[in-house]
């Protein structure tokens, strides 16, 4: 009698079929297979890569990272949402969640369907046709926008930038609760997976590691 596979190799029997997608669906498509045990390189298998520049041992993008953190998976099998890359390719995303033994989160399949000439191409219909309203967007894409081909150092940045953008107040003059709230913040989207994250955010906040680990212990 077989052994029953065990986590690891439950995701790596999902590596064949990256490829496999990737040649079933074309050139458009990218096909990306995720580790959800290591953010900082979860990138374990990739086609189509041109869309995005990722590479093998790449990072997690900020929306996968939510995805893990608000523990979608334990209510969902999937999800689909819209990301825009950085040369503003538009991408129409899906995640699978791939579940081990126990229904833990161990893996994440993502298709991402290069659309941005077919959005051209609406965008050219939509001025002809100038008496549809074709100018609506989906609030759904714009909640999940996601940075796909960005470092790890870079996703850090941004995030932090993001939600400093929101408080407008500099660190100097922010009050421990303020600073509570911000880490919390970024605790919510995943950030504190990803290695070096408590560091720069208690650079960014003019503070200690410890207190930001304090915070992180603080109920909102």
């Known amino acids: 009698m077989e052994e029953p596979m065990n986590n690891?190799?439950?995701?790596?029997?999902?590596?064949?079929?990256?490829?496999?997608?990737?040649?079933?669906?074309?050139?458009n498509?990218?096909?990306?297979?995720?580790?959800?045990?290591?953010?900082d390189e979860s990138i374990i298998a990739i086609a189509n890569e041109h869309i995005s520049g990722r590479k093998l041992g790449g990072p997690m993008t900020d929306l996968a990272?939510?995805?893990?953190?608000?523990?979608?998976?334990?209510?969902?099998?999937?999800?689909?949402?819209?990301?825009?890359t950085k040369d503003n390719k538009i991408?129409?995303?899906?995640?699978f969640f791939i579940k081990g033994k126990n229904h833990d989160l161990i893996g994440?399949?993502?298709i991402n369907n290069n659309v941005t000439e077919l959005m051209a191409f609406k965008n050219y219909l939509s001025?002809?046709?100038?008496?549809?309203?074709t100018d609506e967007q989906d609030d759904h894409h714009k909640k999940n926008h996601e940075n796909i081909d960005i470092s790890m150092e870079d996703l850090i940045k941004n995030t932090i930038d993001s939600v400093l953008a929101d408080i407008n107040i500099?660190?100097?003059?922010?009050?421990?609760?303020?600073?509570i709230q911000i880490v919390q913040s970024l605790s919510e989207q995943g950030l504190f997976l990803l290695k070096g994250a408590v560091s720069e955010v208690a650079k960014r906040l003019k503070t200690s590691e410890p207190t930001i680990y304090r915070y992180l212990n603080k109920k909102g």
């Open 8 to 27: 690891k190799q439950i995701l790596e029997s999902y590596i064949p079929l990256v490829q496999f997608f990737g040649k079933v669906c074309g050139g």
């Open 29 to 39: 498509y990218e096909i990306v297979l995720h580790d959800a045990s290591n953010p």
């Open 65 to 84: 990272l939510k995805l893990i953190k608000g523990e979608y998976y334990k209510e969902q099998d999937y999800i689909v949402n819209h990301g825009r």
């Open 91 to 95: 991408l129409v995303s899906s995640t």
């Open 108 to 110: 994440l399949l993502c």
């Open 127 to 133: 001025t002809v046709l100038s008496c549809f309203n």
């Open 170 to 179: 500099s660190p100097e003059r922010m009050s421990p609760e303020e600073k």
